[in-house]
């Protein structure tokens, strides 16, 4: 890409802010079938929406510069560089069609030791709330799981894409672990890496008497915080507490869903694992092979986004 | 083959110092699209627009909003932004060591490699020295304006950086209740784990593909070649509900494949 046209549009600018997105399906364990739906086990980072110097909210266009007209959504066609500067048009028709539309299903078919999984594979967590009237095939499967201390190992495909996943139960709760694919994994010889030399042996116990002083027994989770985080969130309260640079909500007063940072994830996670429905439109689950587009007050201008296949 | 470094740092804990060069783990094979305008197929870009006004806002003159739950915005300049940034740093500050797997998945979020920079001797004996001792460090850095934190462990006999979520962005487990319901039945359990017993295998990653990223890659190269593209046929099946039953056929399913 011409690095002085920082304007050009890679599709991954386009990808969901909201980390909110899901997938419902169902887990197979052998003949036994259980509907569960997909929630982030992560919130996402505290979000800021873009304004000008009045505060107005502003929105994201297309355009094209040769006739520099703002783009609709029709007007737009994604391509893929196949070799320098050959470039293949590629319809969303296309795409779909390679879907594998069968797999709305996370089939358990192989159980693995919890531990045998390197930390270099796990991508994503998510939580699996049961789905449906009963919760019985929900804790069945958790409790065996969790006796035998093994992660289920399926792939299954979530907005139109593969994903390898470990289904992994802790606590009498699901959670399904995306994986990354091997390939996606550099070997140290890929990355270049001298190969490992004899250490000088002074130096090693030197290091291992620093280890061994340096050692805890417990793990203070305080220690991950992001000071940073902590420190503007303080800001906002601030100046929501004294009025400073607020705005009120206009009167006309947008849907809340698609103007508001906040999502009570945990508050969703808690009424869904009790085997409650679903709320109103805010957290219905997506439509199978796409991405969900609540949570933006310009969705419709926005061409379907797709994470990269 | 060999890859660039993405950032260059020095671990320190109590006296010991390790000049280091950070490596990426992960490489992106995602299938990356460009947006063209249909028309005259040339690549999309975008600006900033208000939607009232439909005015091109620059990049510039932007501010950020903090939105609350009853859509009052909270504003914060770009100066005001600036402040909070961490300082950069060369250092990569060890709080300390733990036993393995006392940080668990639930925190894990991307692999860096780490080679030696300048002299090798300290690194080796850095890996050396975590070997056999199965202990991982609890690691802080700033890089590129952004305060990470990150394991420190051996990998294929390398030391990684684990980079972890913040405290702020995990749901803890303990924060939640599990499903309830009806006792489970002691005879359903046992073959619930009789099952997973008779589908134990060991993990082999290299196993899977992503089948449609290679489909999608197949695709395009057929299409460059102005071949016509073949459609792909999904399939259906269905399963039954009673769980005694479906646990019992499944179990003899799995003994007549072994």
């Known amino acids: ?54 505060g107005n909210l502003l929105k994201r266009e297309f355009y094209c510069e040769h006739d520099n007209r703002a783009l609709e959504r029709d007007d737009i066609v994604r391509s893929y560089e196949i070799e320098k500067y050959h470039y293949v048009v590629v319809e969303d028709e296309e795409l779909e069609a390679l879907e594998p539309k069968r797999s709305r299903e996370i089939d358990l078919k192989r159980f693995v030791p919890l531990s045998a999984i390197n930390p270099v594979y796990f991508e994503r967590a998510y939580y699996l709330v049961p789905d449906g009237d009963t919760t019985k095939a929900y804790r069945l499967l958790a409790k065996s799981m969790e006796d035998e201390q093994r992660a289920g190992i399926a792939t299954f495909v979530m907005h139109g894409k593969d994903y390898l996943v470990a289904i992994i ?136 986004t797709r994470k990269g296949a | 083959m060999a890859i660039r470094a993405m950032w260059k740092g ?60 009853s859509g009052d915005r909270v504003l914060l300049n770009a100066s005001e932004l600036e402040v909070l940034e961490p300082e950069p740093s060369r250092d990569i500050e060890i709080l300390g060591f733990l036993p393995l797997h006392v940080i668990d998945h639930r925190w894990y979020n991307r692999p860096y490699y780490l080679g030696p920079d300048e002299d090798s001797a300290e690194f080796f004996a850095l890996a050396e020295a975590m070997e056999g001792m199965q202990v991982e460090g609890l690691a ?11 394991a420190l462990q051996l990998y294929q006999g390398y030391p990684m950086l684990m980079s972890l979520h913040h405290t702020e962005e995990v749901i803890p487990v303990e924060s939640l209740a599990a499903p309830e319901g009806p006792p489970l039945d002691k005879r359903e359990l046992g073959m619930a784990r009789q099952l997973i017993e008779m589908l134990d295998a060991e993990f082999q990653p290299q196993e899977f593909h992503d089948e449609f990223r290679e489909r999608v890659l197949e695709m395009l190269a057929a299409k460059a070649k102005g071949k016509k593209v073949r459609k792909h046929v999904p399939l259906a099946h269905e399963r039954s509900m009673d769980i005694s039953q479906a646990l019992a056929a499944s179990i003899e399913q799995v003994r007549k494949h072994a």
Do not use: C
């Open chain 1, 169 to 304: 139960a802790a606590g009498g709760i699901l959670r399904a672990e995306t994986l990354r694919f091997h390939d996606e994994l550099r070997t140290p010889d890929q990355v270049g890496l001298p190969a490992r030399q004899p250490a000088d042996k002074k130096m090693v116990e030197r290091m291992r008497a620093a280890i061994r002083k340096a050692t805890h027994k417990q793990f203070d989770s305080e220690l991950l915080s992001d000071q940073q985080a902590v420190t503007l969130k303080k800001r906002i309260e601030a100046k929501l507490k004294s009025g400073t640079d607020v705005l009120k909500a206009p009167e006309e007063a947008e849907p809340a869903e698609a103007a508001s940072n906040v999502i009570d994830l945990m508050q969703v996670l808690k009424e869904r694992l009790q085997g409650r429905s679903p709320q109103t439109t805010d957290h219905q689950p997506a439509k199978p092979g796409r991405s969900p587009s609540k949570g933006k007050s310009h969705a419709a201008s926005k061409p379907h």
């Open chain 1, 1 to 54: 890409m011409n690095k002085d046209d920082t304007n050009q549009v890679e599709e991954e600018e386009l990808e969901d802010e909201q980390p909110h997105a899901f997938w419902s399906g169902i887990v197979a364990f052998g003949l036994v079938s259980l509907p569960v739906s997909l929630f982030p086990a992560h919130s996402g980072k505290l979000a800021l929406k873009m304004v000008d110097a009045n």
């Open chain 2, 10 to 69: 020095v671990i320190h804990f109590e006296t010991i110092r390790v000049p280091v060069k950070l490596y990426g783990a992960v490489e992106d094979r995602n299938v990356h699209f460009r947006l063209l305008h249909r028309q005259d197929l040339e690549p999309v870009h975008q600006h900033l627009i208000n939607p009232e006004t439909d005015e091109v806002v620059p990049r510039e003159n932007t501010a950020r909003a903090y939105i609350t739950e």
């Open chain 2, 140 to 150: 802080r850095w700033v890089m590129r304006n952004k305060s990470h934190v990150g």
